[in-house]
Structure formats: C-alpha cells, structure tokens
C-alpha cells in the first residue's frame, strides 16, 4: 500500500470511530426514551430516526448541506459565533457518517434495552434506587451486548458511507477523502488494481466488524 491510500484508510476509521463515539450518548438517551417512554409524538420521532435508512444519502447530503453551508441556519451561526467552517472539512465528513450511522445504533439499543426486564428496574426503584442509578447500574449493563452490536454496526455503516459524505465534505485530498470516496475516485479514473485493493480493505474491516457484532448477539441470546 502506498502512503496515500494507508492515509485514506487510518482517516476513514478514525472518522467513522469519531462519528459513533459521538453518536453514542445521544443514541442511547433516545433509544431508552424510545423503549420505556410514551409521549405525544413519539412515532414521528421513531419515523425522523430512522429516516436516513431509506432516503438517498445524497439527499440526506443535501439537507446537511443546506444546514450547516455558510448561508445555512446551523452554519451561519457556527460562523458567525466561532468563526469555524463545517462544511467541506474533516467536520462535515464526522457530521455525515454520524447521521448516517444513528439509525442503526438506536434501533439496536432499543432491541437491547427492551429484552431488560422491567420487573428488575421496578425492585430497584422500590428499593429508593433513584432513575439514574436503575440506568446505570441496571440498565445499561443487561442491555450492553446489545448496544455494542449496535455501536459496531453504527461503525460499519459510517465506514461504507459515500452518498451524504461526497455531498457535504467532498472530495478533497488528505482533508475529506473516505475510502468510499477514494474508490469511487479511482473507478472515475480506470485505476482497477486501486479499486479492487481499497476495496478488499473495506470489505475486510466491514466483515470483522459484523462478525463480532454477531458473535455478541448470538451471545446475549
């Protein structure tokens, strides 16, 4: 491998690793509002989180775009405020891998938090455990082969993202370049013996992960 395309993968897992770091927290929180909360609206907010399963990502890139561009309400204020730029940068590639990526980590700990009993979390409020200490030290840890799968298959997914990323990072060289990108790049180009190395790579990390991510499934079960 030359130097280029070792740079473009350590970029693409760091930023897919960055991405479902950042997701995780806010992820969870809704998965359990989602999972033992009812509120008014709460199947609109199930239809906006998945959404980005089946929209285009280019459209979901173009949503992004329009948010977080200079003249955008996210972006003008992120400038105006800052003085820091979001779109085509390394932020905008951790933006859209983290959009991308959230669906399936919610929905996966959701799965998770679900198969805990309530019954467990209800003796533990009879004891004056307060909501926090019955998710910490009750919750979390009975559904935590569930919401890892889901954190690996976030990973996945925000690793082969392409469509939301080329629309509002781009394609600049060592600043925004992903794998998915690269490969689309070289295929542009004709650069099979590129196409088909780049590839095996993606194909392999994706494989570890859902591999595992399987294996801690199989053994929450």
């Known amino acids: 491998m030359t130097a280029e395309e070792i740079q473009i993968v350590l970029f693409s897992v760091a930023m897919a690793l960055l991405g479902t770091l950042l997701i995780l927290p806010p992820g969870v929180a809704l998965a359990w509002l989602l999972a033992r909360k009812q509120w008014p609206g709460k199947s609109l907010v199930e239809t906006f989180v998945a959404l980005p399963l089946v929209l285009p990502p280019v459209v979901t890139g173009l949503v992004l775009l329009r948010l ?22 390394w932020k905008a ?33 009879t004891l004056g455990a307060p909501e926090w200490r019955v998710f910490f030290f009750i919750t979390l840890p009975l559904a935590r082969r569930g919401i890892l799968a889901g ?12 469509g939301a990323t080329i629309m509002v990072a781009g394609n600049i060289p060592g600043a925004t370049t992903t794998l998915s990108v690269s490969i689309y790049q070289h295929v542009q180009l004709g650069q099979d013996d590129t196409v088909w190395k780049l590839a095996a790579i993606s194909a392999a990390i994706a494989f570890s992960v859902l591999f595992i991510s399987e294996m801690l499934v199989k053994k929450k079960k």
């Open 93 to 125: 590639v951790v933006i859209a891998l983290s959009v991308m990526a959230i669906p399936l980590l919610v929905k996966n700990a959701r799965a998770a938090i679900e198969e805990v009993s309530p019954e467990l979390e209800q003796m533990a409020r």
């Open 68 to 89: 977080f561009g200079r003249r955008g309400p996210v972006g003008s204020w992120l400038d105006q405020t800052f003085q820091t730029d979001i779109v085509f940068t």
């Open 151 to 162: 954190m690996l298959l976030a990973f996945a997914r925000a690793l082969g993202e392409f």
